[in-house]
């Protein structure tokens, strides 16, 4: 009946009481979009059984007693014996001891009691034997023999046995001394510790109706969890467009965007091309203006000069033969007055010019920040086919909050949870009720000991009275028979002394002899195994208790006995905070993992996910406007302007030759002809070039327009170069790059959503994962605890044995060694009276010659007689 009790109490400490989760949720959290979830921590009980007990000083006492017991019983546990024992015993078998196995588990045990049986034997024969050496002691001491006769022989040695023999009976009462504080610290302790016996049991039961109390919370903190994971996957539910469109817009990315760069970058090379043969055509005509200027006047000076030379005064009769040499230089370099740059003679750029600006009324950067839109909301369009998975998701979250909130209803959780608080607080009740009676114990108890102990400080008295009269009544003149009355009172006082002794000693050690066979063996069969855990290996034996059953716990408890459940095992996870769910294998019985994957539809989570087919075909990344463009583009005839042409003229200079230099040499050639018509006319076409090199040619090198319109025309022609190099066959490869993306989209995209689609799932059901891991996880280390269950057997241990049986060893020790010392102070005390106690009779002897042996009497003879006697 217990045993179903027990079930149950389990089964509900798994369970929660019944708990609405819509009224006990946590509101929605912000969670991250995927991850580690965060559950928080555990509520934990607070126990406070501390199962520890340091004995103190009287430890050394326990220590003493501990290898006593060892010397007397050094063998091993038997552990062999006891599991052979206790088959028999649990089996419910007869003994037949004629049988050899019993005569040898019979010889087996008195081998291993031989210690205590000696001990034991010893102890019986001084039980018996002492009183009857007593009583034929005061039998022969009436009979003035052993020490009766009241006449002490004069030895001269006599002061110094007195001496002797009092020291030894003052070293044996000394030894009795200690064995009978011994035994006194042992029985104060068992009384003070009565206190601290009743607060672990206090302290023990509080536990238990901790642990009854906190683990319905803890399960309702499981319970009340699900909602970290149910509005995290809500989150990422809403946020499926983000979270599987992104992945899938950032996996089809790596494709699509190098496309849709390639044909950004060509719409700019277009306009780059445009302000190009633009730039070209503007700085060709600035240019040609001004070298048009330059070679008119250039024409008009050379033409003049060549009238001038043709002159009957430079090449007729009458000129010499110098002038006639320097008309003839000077016309033979007429031909170097010619512009180098003729940029009249390059072809314009009209032509394409035209038929770029015609391609460009085709926004090609419109209609690509068109397909980078479409591509870009592939998450809205994720997230519209999606909605009906969403919704029936959300739907299944609702139904798995009410099939968790219902789990405490599958089992009787309040009625057990509250017959096992009434139990413990009817128990701890009687417990508390029978204090006043174990007090009462508890009080008779220590009078018996006690009175035992008076037993031996009686004689102890008897003692140390008789030594310290003795020697305070000692007279070294004084004869036997002439003592003093002090001295005659300590030896009446040890002699008292000695017949308490034989009134006492043998019950004393009738109750050592008793306490010792008791003692010991809980010592050394249950306290010592127990702290070596052998005791534990007795109990796990397999078939123990029943000859069906491996392991008795769960054979009986779940009829399965080959499951790994010992009691070491439960107790070693009870001492170490785990779980009652790990402590007790419940998940044999109860598999939280198994009843919340199926009550998490993990696998109906699945399915929905499954069935979804994202389509992407309605993504365009260029539509055909743009391709034509491109097309168009790589027709425009930029690649057939004569590039070459173009650099060449830029690269010249403004003319053949420096005119400055021209014209200075010129005046020096001129300066040798005679002074007449010719010189001057030449001298005045000497300053006509001076003076066209400082208006045309100078502003044609220095000024910032012409200089402007060189350069640009230079980078133009450059830029226009690089863009016409291979044009036709960087527009195919950019159009096949975004077919290719584009296919990858209408006809390959299903693939990679499959994909993503799948990370995604994995991601849901990962959070319920996480949940029921978590959950796993806290059954078997955090929730229901069973520390105060593994406290109870170490109290039991405590009180049981630090407490108990150590006392209850001491106390015997203490006693025993009392006892046995009993014997030599009954020899001493005997002994000593002769020296304390004043003779009837002593010998006598006269004061003659040694020789005279007929005068001398060596015999007795009475004291003299005193009134004040």
Not at 431 to 437: H, K, N, R, V
Not at 713 to 719: A, F
Not at 793 to 820: K, M, P, R, Y
């Amino acid at each position: 009946m217990w045993k179903t009790g027990l079930l149950l109490l389990f089964w509900g400490l798994l369970t929660s009481s019944e708990l609405q989760q819509e009224a006990t949720e946590p509101e929605p959290r912000n969670q991250p979009p995927s991850g580690k979830l965060d559950f928080g921590y555990v509520p934990q009980g607070d126990y406070k059984t501390l199962a520890y007990y340091e004995p103190g000083v009287i430890g050394i006492l326990f220590h003493m007693v501990h290898a006593f017991l060892y010397v007397v019983q050094p063998n091993p546990f038997p552990e062999d014996l006891v599991v052979k024992v206790a088959k028999d015993k649990f089996g419910a078998i007869q003994s037949e001891y004629q049988k050899p196995e019993n005569i040898v588990l019979t010889l087996q045990a008195i081998y291993y009691e031989t210690g205590f049986m000696v001990c034991a034997v010893l102890g019986l024969l001084f039980i018996v034997l002492l009183p009857l050496v007593g009583l034929f002691f005061c039998l022969c001491r009436c009979c003035e023999n052993c020490g009766g006769e009241m006449h002490q022989r004069q030895r001269k040695n006599a002061d110094c046995q007195r001496g002797l023999l009092t020291t030894l009976l003052f070293a044996t009462s000394l030894i009795i001394t200690a064995g009978v504080l011994c035994a006194y610290a042992a029985n104060q302790n068992l009384s003070s510790q009565l206190e601290g016996m009743k607060r672990l049991v206090s302290s023990n039961l509080e536990d238990l109706q901790t642990f009854a109390n906190e683990t319905p919370t803890q399960i309702d903190y499981l319970i009340a969890q699900y909602a970290t994971a149910k509005y995290t996957v809500i989150s990422d539910l809403d946020n499926v467009g983000p979270l599987l469109g992104g992945n899938i817009h950032v996996e089809l990315g790596t494709e699509v965007h190098p496309a849709l760069d390639g044909v950004l970058r060509m719409a700019g090379a277009m306009r780059e091309t445009k302000e190009a043969l633009e730039n070209v055509s503007v700085s060709l005509e600035v240019l040609q203006e001004a070298t048009g200027k330059l070679h008119f006047n250039l024409s008009l000076v050379r033409s003049s000069l060549n009238r001038t030379l043709n002159d009957p005064g430079c090449s007729g009769e009458d000129s010499d033969a110098t002038t006639t040499q320097l008309c003839r230089s000077i016309h033979s370099s007429l031909a170097q007055l010619h512009v180098s740059a003729n940029f009249t003679r390059l072809p314009d750029v009209n032509n394409q010019l035209e038929s770029v600006n015609q391609v460009l009324k085709t926004d090609l950067s419109d209609i690509i920040q068109k397909g980078f839109s479409s591509f870009n909301d592939t998450p809205g369009m994720v997230s519209d086919q999606m909605r009906d998975v969403v919704e029936g998701a959300r739907g299944l979250l609702d139904v798995i909050s009410t099939n968790i909130s219902s789990f405490s209803k599958v089992f009787p959780v309040h009625s057990s949870l509250a017959n096992f608080t009434n139990f413990i607080i009817h128990t701890q009740s009687k417990i508390e009720d029978s204090y006043p009676e174990i007090d009462q114990i508890d009080f008779y108890r220590w009078i018996c000991c006690t009175g035992l102990c008076c037993m031996v400080v009686l004689i102890l008295a008897f003692n140390f009275l008789a030594i310290l009269c003795g020697t305070m009544g000692y007279d070294k003149h004084a004869s036997p028979t002439t003592r003093g009355c002090v001295s005659n009172t300590g030896g009446t006082l040890l002699m008292a002394g000695v017949g308490f002794s034989f009134l006492f000693s043998w019950i004393l050690m009738g109750v050592v002899t008793a306490t010792f066979l008791v003692g010991g063996n809980v010592e050394k069969l249950v306290c010592e195994p127990f702290h070596t855990k052998e005791l534990f290996k007795v109990l796990d034996t397999p078939h123990l208790v029943n000859p069906e059953w491996r392991n008795f716990i769960p054979g009986y408890m779940y009829n399965d006995s080959d499951l790994d459940l010992t009691v070491e095992n439960f107790y070693s996870n009870c001492k170490n905070n785990r779980s009652l769910y790990s402590a007790m294998r419940l998940d044999k019985v109860f598999n939280v993992t198994t009843l919340l994957n199926s009550s998490l539809y993990t696998k109906e989570v699945a399915k929905m996910f499954d069935s979804v087919k994202i389509d992407l075909r309605g993504i365009v990344l260029l539509e055909s406007e743009g391709k034509q463009s491109l097309i168009d583009f790589s027709e425009t005839g930029i690649a057939e302007i004569n590039y070459a042409a173009y650099l060449a003229e830029v690269n010249k200079g403004v003319t053949l030759v420096d005119l400055l230099s021209y014209a200075n040499e010129l005046e020096a050639q001129t300066d040798l002809m005679p002074k007449g018509p010719l010189q001057t006319s030449l001298k005045g076409h000497t300053n006509s070039l001076r003076q066209i090199h400082s208006q045309l040619v100078i502003p044609m090198e220095q000024a910032m327009k012409y200089v402007r319109a060189r350069s640009t025309l230079n980078q133009s022609i450059r830029l226009l170069e690089r863009t016409a190099s291979d044009l036709p066959n960087k527009i195919t490869d950019v159009l096949k790059t975004i077919e290719a993306a584009q296919y990858l989209i209408s006809q390959n995209a299903t693939h990679v959503a499959i994909q993503e689609t799948e990370k995604y799932k994995q991601t849901i059901v990962g959070y319920f994962r996480q949940y029921i891991e978590w959950v796993r996880t806290s059954l078997t280390m955090e929730v229901a605890a069973c520390k105060p269950f593994s406290n109870i057997v170490d109290t039991v241990e405590i009180v049981a044995c630090s407490f108990l049986v150590d006392s209850l060893n001491t106390f015997w020790f203490g006693l025993g060694c009392c006892a046995l010392f009993l014997l030599p102070s009954i020899i001493l005390s005997v002994k000593l009276a002769k020296f304390y106690r004043r003779m009837d009779t002593e010998d006598v002897y006269d004061d003659i010659p040694a020789y005279d042996t007929m005068t001398r009497f060596p015999r007795a003879s009475a004291p003299p007689r005193h009134i004040d006697w």
